[in-house]
Structure formats: C-alpha cells, structure tokens
C-alpha cells in the first residue's frame, strides 16, 4: 500500500515561479524523504527530514513537516526548466517494520515551461 | 551518478517466461532493496537484503525472489511472469540498515507480451 500521497498530481509553471507540492501519510514516522525521478529513470535523492526537526533547506529546495497533521511540502524556488520531473515523497514507518523500507506516493509530476 | 548500476535497462518477455534482473550497488553500501514501479505510480517496495539474508518483503508472491552476493551485488529473479508484471524495477543501495538515503540505479523496463 502506498502510505504518502501527493497533492496536486500535476502542477504546470512558468520558469522563474515558485513550485509547491504536498504530502500526506498515514502513520508514525522516522524520517520523509523527497525524491526526483526524470521520465522513465532512476529516483534521485533531494532532502530527508527527520521527524523532531520543522523545517530543511537545501539551495533552492525548502521541506516543512507537520506530524501532527502528517504532512510534509515541498517548495523549489525560482524554478527552471531542468526542474521538470515527478517528485515523490517517502516515508519510513516507525513501527518496527523493515529498517530501510520506503513507501513512496504517486508523486507529482511538475512542468515548468522557459 | 549514484553509482548503483542495473542491467539491463530494457527487455521484452513473454508471459510464463522468467527473468533476471542485476543490480551492482554502490561501493562501500551493504544493503539493497528492490522497487516495482507501475506507470503513472510510485515505487512498490518488493525486498531487501542486508548481508546476503532477506530482510523485510512486501506483498509479493514467492515467484519474486533475490539474492545478494558476497560483493553486495544483487539479483532479482521473477518466475512465471504475468502481463502485470510489467514495470522499471529499481534497485536501491544504502550503506546501513536504518532509514536513510537510497541511492537508486536507473532501473530495468520490463515488458511482458
């Protein structure tokens, strides 16, 4: 089952704006993760935050989580063309399942136009 | 470059035929875990091995199996192939067990006819 989902499925910008994506999970974490994934490729790792930490910067990429809402965003500022992909969040489950087990949304597919 | 290779990167079978797909982890990293991921959905969770030993399953059938070798490569075998099993299969490596980064190869397309 697929424990995050984002929101909105597909969101389409001009170069130079701001992207937000959202995402949703089910139940106690460690850690969400956001990742990359060009078309048809492999996941490229962006950000982890921890689950006692509110807010990550990375460059132009800014994570907030809400665990008492289980919710996490994603913010890539100023984008540019090359930020076209989907984006997926990933979540672990703290609940003792398997260490390193990822449950990923459908993620968000994100175009942004020059 | 996350340095986990896979191969091949792309194939066509036939249903109740069998593949196997290979992945080469990234130096140094002691576990990989292998991702299904359909068109248009995320990646699907199918196993992971940590030392050569099956650590944790998703909810795949038996004919979905694995092994890790001694130099952390790794295999995955699907027996009795199935239309649905059609999808990139990713292979993930990390360097500990506990929840952190994976660093993915750029998959395997399966196509089943």
């Known amino acids: 089952s697929q424990q995050g989902e984002e929101d909105p499925q597909a969101l389409s910008i001009q170069e130079g704006e701001n992207a937000t994506m959202n995402c949703s999970y089910k139940?106690?974490?460690?850690?969400l993760q956001w990742y990359r994934q060009n078309s048809g490729r492999g996941l490229v790792h962006l950000i982890l935050i921890r689950s006692n930490e509110r807010e990550k910067h990375s460059g132009r990429l800014r994570v907030t989580l809400d665990t008492s809402k289980k919710s996490s965003s994603l913010l890539i500022t100023a984008s540019r063309a090359a930020d076209t992909a989907s984006y997926f969040c990933a979540t672990d489950e703290d609940r003792g399942s398997t260490l390193g087990r990822l449950y990923f949304g459908r993620g968000t597919q994100l175009t942004v136009w020059p | 470059e996350t340095g986990v290779t896979q191969s091949p990167t792309h194939l066509i079978k036939t249903r109740g035929q069998q593949v196997t797909l290979r992945c080469s982890s990234q130096s140094g990293h002691n576990t990989v875990s292998w991702y299904q991921q359909a068109l248009g959905q995320g990646p699907q969770f199918i196993f992971q091995y940590y030392r050569e030993e099956e650590n944790g399953r998703g909810n795949f059938p038996p004919r979905f199996s694995g092994l890790q070798f001694p130099n952390y490569s790794s295999e995955l075998n699907v027996n009795a192939l199935e239309l649905d099993d059609s999808a990139l299969y990713l292979c993930a490596s990390s360097l500990v067990l506990v929840p952190g980064e994976l660093f993915f190869g750029e998959g395997s397309r399966l196509t089943v006819l």
């Open positions: 139940t106690s974490i460690n850690n």
